[in-house]
């Protein structure tokens, strides 16, 4: 079954962290870019982070650009996304999507959400103030 399913989503005070995960299955992970996107109540769902298929490159966006880290463990088909410095307007649905090409990388696509074909169902991260 192909899937994606993530975890750590949790209620966390602002100036905390969490660590989100993504477990893939039914695709080699290891072929894939991977990304994290985000939907706030109101709000369009936006771009947060992306990592190429060997980890070697990521990008993210201005609103967590040095608070957030991706990353991904290919013997593992996981990523993950550590939040640090979370701030109130960070709580969202946090979702994982997997790139629709395997072994194909477009770097001025890579923020765009059709860039990607599967999703998670996603975790919620609530940050209080």
């Given at each position: 079954q192909v899937q994606l399913v993530e975890s750590g989503?949790?209620?966390?005070q602002a100036g905390g962290s969490l660590r989100l995960s993504c477990a893939a299955s039914g695709r080699t992970f290891s072929s894939y870019d991977m990304?994290?996107?985000?939907?706030?109540?109101?709000?369009?769902?936006?771009?947060?982070?992306?990592?190429?298929?060997?980890?070697?490159t990521?990008?993210?966006?201005?609103?967590v650009k040095g608070r957030f880290i991706i990353s991904r463990d290919n013997a593992k088909s996981t990523v993950y996304l550590q939040m640090n410095s979370l701030k109130p307007e960070d709580a969202a649905v946090y979702y994982c999507a997997m790139g629709r090409d395997p072994y194909r990388t477009v770097v001025g696509t890579l923020r765009n959400?059709?860039?990607?074909?599967?999703?998670?169902q996603g975790t919620q991260v609530t940050v209080s103030s």
């Open positions: 989503g949790e209620l966390v990304a994290w996107f985000r939907r706030a109540p109101g709000k369009e769902r936006e771009f947060v982070a992306c990592i190429t298929r060997s980890g070697g990521t990008y993210y966006s201005d609103s959400q059709y860039t990607y074909d599967l999703w998670g």
